[in-house]
């Protein structure tokens, strides 16, 4: 399968050795270009991780591609009910055949701000609603944040903050749901703005905490001003009676939030 999009082409990946070594590779990439203590920003795949997507009969891993060279990549999850549970702490009140679970997304550091992780986004989805699912969910390190705020971009909305149960670390869950008619009426009077601040790496653990309170009480992260570099925080329509904020100041910011 091949879609022209743009300058790129759009592929879906088989199992054979070329396809395997190029996502290896961007990977290596990608994670070279990090610091150290960067590192943990992506999941570091194994060839087994990528050789098992590419083999898996409820798994899409689509490649955009500049001539012969990968420059960004993304897995589609599609799981049947008899599958063993992706994300199991997350959406539990959907079956696994109405769920499409998002993979991260990786972009080759030279091609960044060509939009590719918004272009991953839509052909997943498009996907996706095409084999009848309800809804689209992944889960991003709270480290992570363009990747969350691109997600965002796009239509996702935080529902959940909170800690992955294999290995405690700070996660960020969305949701989209994939027939526009599920979407809850929002609050405009009950918004809530949250400033991502001028260092936005920086700030992740405050803004980790925070985002976290406002999940708990009832609230979803649905926007981001650009302009003021905020997300934007609604209360679900069946929770703002009993929502109570969290007490902590907000600061404001024009700045535009990092993108890595």
Known sequence: MTIQQSELMLKKLEMNTTDLRSLLDLQDKIIAGFKPDEQHFILHRTIDDFSNALKSNHMYVFGLYDGERLVSQSILSLPNDDDTREIPEYAAEYKNSELAVFKAVLVDPEYRGRGLMKQMLRIREEVAAQHGRKIAITQIAADNPASWVNAIQY??????????????????????????????????????????????????????????????????????????????????????????????????????????
Not at 182 to 197: C, T, V
């Open 155 to 260: 239509g996702m909305r935080i529902t959940k903050v909170g800690y992955d149960p294999e290995d405690n670390a700070k996660v960020i869950y969305l949701q989209k749901h994939l027939d526009n008619k599920k979407i809850q009426p929002l609050e405009e009077k009950k918004a809530y703005r949250l400033s991502l601040g001028s260092d936005v790496h920086k700030n992740v653990p405050a803004l980790f905490n925070k985002m976290m309170s406002l999940s708990e009480s009832g609230m979803i992260g649905t926007t981001w001003d650009k302009q003021n570099n905020q997300i934007i925080w609604y209360p679900q329509s069946n929770t703002h009676h009993h929502a109570r904020l969290p007490k902590f100041n907000i600061s404001t910011s024009s700045k535009a939030a990092h993108q890595i």
